[in-house]
Protein backbone atom coordinates (compact mmCIF):
# COMPACT_ATOMS: atom_id res chain seq x y z
CA UNK A 1 0.00 0.00 0.00
CA UNK A 2 2.36 3.01 1.16
CA UNK A 3 5.00 1.40 -1.82
CA UNK A 4 2.10 2.19 -4.35
CA UNK A 5 1.13 5.25 -2.64
CA UNK A 6 4.91 6.51 -3.21
CA UNK A 7 5.53 5.45 -6.46
CA UNK A 8 2.21 7.53 -7.52
CA UNK A 9 3.48 10.41 -5.55
CA UNK A 10 7.37 10.53 -6.68
CA UNK A 11 5.85 9.76 -10.28
CA UNK A 12 4.07 12.83 -10.31
CA UNK A 13 6.50 15.19 -8.81
CA UNK A 14 9.57 13.65 -10.90
CA UNK A 15 7.81 13.58 -14.37
CA UNK A 16 5.95 17.12 -13.54
CA UNK A 17 9.32 18.85 -12.69
CA UNK A 18 12.08 16.65 -13.76
CA UNK A 19 10.17 15.77 -16.93
CA UNK A 20 11.38 12.10 -16.15
CA UNK A 21 11.66 9.71 -19.13
CA UNK A 22 12.21 5.97 -18.92
CA UNK A 23 13.59 3.91 -21.75
CA UNK A 24 13.57 0.20 -21.96
CA UNK A 25 11.08 -1.10 -19.80
CA UNK A 26 10.58 -4.15 -22.40
CA UNK A 27 13.81 -5.26 -21.40
CA UNK A 28 12.01 -6.44 -17.48
CA UNK A 29 12.26 -10.00 -17.18
CA UNK A 30 8.35 -10.69 -16.99
CA UNK A 31 8.34 -14.48 -15.99
CA UNK A 32 11.84 -14.11 -13.69
CA UNK A 33 12.55 -11.61 -10.53
CA UNK A 34 15.59 -9.75 -10.93
CA UNK A 35 18.44 -7.67 -9.66
CA UNK A 36 18.35 -4.61 -10.32
CA UNK A 37 21.51 -2.13 -10.41
CA UNK A 38 22.27 1.42 -11.41
CA UNK A 39 24.93 4.16 -11.36
CA UNK A 40 24.85 6.35 -8.25
CA UNK A 41 25.13 10.18 -8.68
CA UNK A 42 22.32 11.75 -6.26
CA UNK A 43 20.10 10.73 -3.42
CA UNK A 44 17.47 11.38 -6.11
CA UNK A 45 18.63 7.97 -7.84
CA UNK A 46 16.38 5.86 -5.60
CA UNK A 47 13.41 7.77 -5.88
CA UNK A 48 13.61 7.78 -9.93
CA UNK A 49 13.90 3.71 -9.26
CA UNK A 50 10.90 3.55 -7.76
CA UNK A 51 9.13 5.91 -10.11
CA UNK A 52 10.28 4.63 -12.97
CA UNK A 53 10.45 1.01 -12.71
CA UNK A 54 6.82 -0.68 -12.22
CA UNK A 55 7.65 -3.62 -10.38
CA UNK A 56 8.30 -3.34 -6.91
CA UNK A 57 11.97 -3.06 -5.50
CA UNK A 58 13.87 -3.99 -2.58
CA UNK A 59 16.77 -1.60 -2.39
CA UNK A 60 19.52 -1.80 -0.21
CA UNK A 61 20.24 1.36 2.01
CA UNK A 62 23.34 2.56 3.40
CA UNK A 63 22.86 1.65 7.38
CA UNK A 64 23.74 5.48 8.67
CA UNK A 65 20.48 6.44 7.18
CA UNK A 66 18.14 3.96 9.47
CA UNK A 67 19.44 6.30 12.61
CA UNK A 68 16.98 9.05 11.15
CA UNK A 69 13.47 8.10 12.31
CA UNK A 70 11.13 9.34 9.23
CA UNK A 71 13.85 8.06 7.43
CA UNK A 72 14.36 4.68 8.63
CA UNK A 73 9.84 4.54 8.91
CA UNK A 74 9.85 5.83 5.20
CA UNK A 75 13.05 3.16 4.12
CA UNK A 76 11.04 0.47 5.79
CA UNK A 77 7.27 1.25 4.18
CA UNK A 78 9.45 1.42 0.78
CA UNK A 79 10.82 -2.37 1.62
CA UNK A 80 14.34 -1.29 1.77
CA UNK A 81 16.93 -2.87 3.88
CA UNK A 82 19.95 -1.93 5.18
CA UNK A 83 23.72 -2.42 4.09
CA UNK A 84 26.27 -4.56 5.92
CA UNK A 85 24.56 -7.85 6.67
CA UNK A 86 22.43 -7.72 3.60
CA UNK A 87 23.85 -10.76 1.39
CA UNK A 88 21.19 -13.02 3.67
CA UNK A 89 18.72 -10.73 3.35
CA UNK A 90 18.60 -10.21 -0.14
CA UNK A 91 18.85 -14.30 -1.06
CA UNK A 92 15.99 -14.57 0.84
CA UNK A 93 14.19 -12.54 -1.47
CA UNK A 94 15.17 -13.14 -4.44
CA UNK A 95 14.82 -17.04 -3.52
CA UNK A 96 11.03 -15.75 -2.35
CA UNK A 97 10.24 -14.38 -6.11
CA UNK A 98 10.83 -10.80 -5.18
CA UNK A 99 13.08 -7.84 -7.12
CA UNK A 100 15.99 -6.34 -5.15
CA UNK A 101 17.87 -3.40 -5.89
CA UNK A 102 21.33 -1.92 -5.02
CA UNK A 103 23.80 0.58 -6.24
CA UNK A 104 27.17 -1.38 -6.19
CA UNK A 105 29.29 1.84 -6.38
CA UNK A 106 28.87 1.78 -2.48
CA UNK A 107 27.63 5.27 -2.35
CA UNK A 108 26.96 8.57 -4.22
CA UNK A 109 29.61 9.29 -6.95
CA UNK A 110 30.96 13.32 -5.70
CA UNK A 111 31.53 14.40 -9.14
CA UNK A 112 29.29 12.01 -11.02
CA UNK A 113 31.97 9.69 -12.49
CA UNK A 114 30.58 5.94 -12.49
CA UNK A 115 32.66 4.47 -9.86
CA UNK A 116 34.09 0.52 -9.44
CA UNK A 117 31.55 -1.38 -8.54
CA UNK A 118 31.45 -4.19 -5.64
CA UNK A 119 30.60 -7.68 -6.43
CA UNK A 120 27.96 -8.26 -4.39
CA UNK A 121 24.94 -7.79 -6.98
CA UNK A 122 27.29 -10.55 -8.83
CA UNK A 123 27.12 -13.07 -5.85
CA UNK A 124 23.84 -12.76 -5.47
CA UNK A 125 23.18 -13.55 -9.30
CA UNK A 126 25.09 -16.37 -8.88
CA UNK A 127 23.69 -17.77 -6.07
CA UNK A 128 19.82 -17.09 -7.15
CA UNK A 129 20.26 -17.75 -10.20
CA UNK A 130 18.17 -14.71 -11.49
CA UNK A 131 19.15 -12.00 -14.08
CA UNK A 132 20.72 -8.67 -13.15
CA UNK A 133 18.95 -6.07 -15.16
CA UNK A 134 21.84 -3.30 -15.66
CA UNK A 135 20.08 0.20 -15.31
CA UNK A 136 21.40 3.92 -16.44
CA UNK A 137 20.49 6.76 -14.70
CA UNK A 138 20.78 10.27 -16.43
CA UNK A 139 20.37 13.64 -14.90
CA UNK A 140 20.18 13.77 -11.19
CA UNK A 141 23.45 14.37 -10.68
CA UNK A 142 22.88 17.56 -12.57
CA UNK A 143 19.42 17.97 -10.40
CA UNK A 144 20.90 17.28 -7.24
CA UNK A 145 24.72 16.61 -6.44
CA UNK A 146 25.91 14.97 -3.46
CA UNK A 147 26.44 18.33 -1.04
CA UNK A 148 23.46 20.33 -2.89
CA UNK A 149 20.60 20.96 -0.63
CA UNK A 150 17.79 22.00 -2.30
CA UNK A 151 17.36 20.45 -6.43
CA UNK A 152 17.34 22.27 -9.98
CA UNK A 153 14.68 21.36 -12.24
CA UNK A 154 16.98 19.50 -14.82
CA UNK A 155 15.76 16.49 -17.24
CA UNK A 156 15.94 13.00 -16.04
CA UNK A 157 16.26 9.54 -17.48
CA UNK A 158 16.34 6.21 -16.97
CA UNK A 159 17.71 3.80 -19.61
CA UNK A 160 17.61 0.01 -19.07
CA UNK A 161 19.37 -2.74 -20.64
CA UNK A 162 18.53 -6.19 -21.49
CA UNK A 163 19.07 -8.49 -18.33
CA UNK A 164 22.11 -11.03 -18.34
CA UNK A 165 22.97 -14.45 -16.66
CA UNK A 166 25.86 -14.84 -14.20
CA UNK A 167 25.14 -18.74 -14.39
CA UNK A 168 27.33 -20.91 -11.37
CA UNK A 169 29.76 -22.98 -12.57
CA UNK A 170 29.80 -26.72 -11.72
CA UNK A 171 31.52 -26.08 -8.26
CA UNK A 172 30.37 -25.02 -4.65
CA UNK A 173 33.23 -22.81 -4.11
CA UNK A 174 32.63 -18.84 -6.05
CA UNK A 175 35.98 -18.10 -7.64
CA UNK A 176 36.81 -14.19 -7.08
CA UNK A 177 37.82 -13.58 -10.33
CA UNK A 178 34.71 -15.27 -11.63
CA UNK A 179 33.06 -12.46 -9.70
CA UNK A 180 34.86 -9.78 -10.85
CA UNK A 181 34.07 -10.90 -14.28
CA UNK A 182 30.62 -10.84 -13.70
CA UNK A 183 30.52 -7.26 -12.08
CA UNK A 184 32.84 -6.02 -14.59
CA UNK A 185 30.49 -7.39 -17.62
CA UNK A 186 27.42 -5.44 -15.74
CA UNK A 187 29.60 -1.95 -15.19
CA UNK A 188 30.90 -1.77 -18.79
CA UNK A 189 27.35 -1.91 -19.74
CA UNK A 190 26.00 0.79 -17.82
CA UNK A 191 29.26 2.51 -18.88
CA UNK A 192 28.55 1.90 -22.21
CA UNK A 193 24.14 3.15 -21.82
CA UNK A 194 26.09 6.74 -20.20
CA UNK A 195 28.94 7.06 -22.87
CA UNK A 196 25.64 6.95 -25.65
CA UNK A 197 25.28 10.31 -27.19
CA UNK A 198 22.03 11.87 -26.58
CA UNK A 199 20.24 11.22 -29.78
CA UNK A 200 20.91 7.43 -28.91
CA UNK A 201 19.52 6.89 -26.13
Known amino acids: MWYRFFRGV ?36 PLVILAG ?10 RGLYRIFWLKWFLQKMSAFPSGSSSEKAVSLLMQNKN ?5 EGGVSRD ?19 PIVPCAIFGTHAALP ?19 YLLKEFTDIIDDVYL ?3 IFRVR ?14
Open 10 to 45: FRIILKLFFRLKVEGLENLPQKSNFILIANHTSYLD
Open 53 to 62: VPQKISCIAL
Open 100 to 104: VGLFP
Open 112 to 130: GSLREFRSGAALLAIKTGR
Open 146 to 164: KGAVLPKFSAITIKISKPI
Open 180 to 182: QDG
Open 188 to 201: NIIMELLNKPAADR
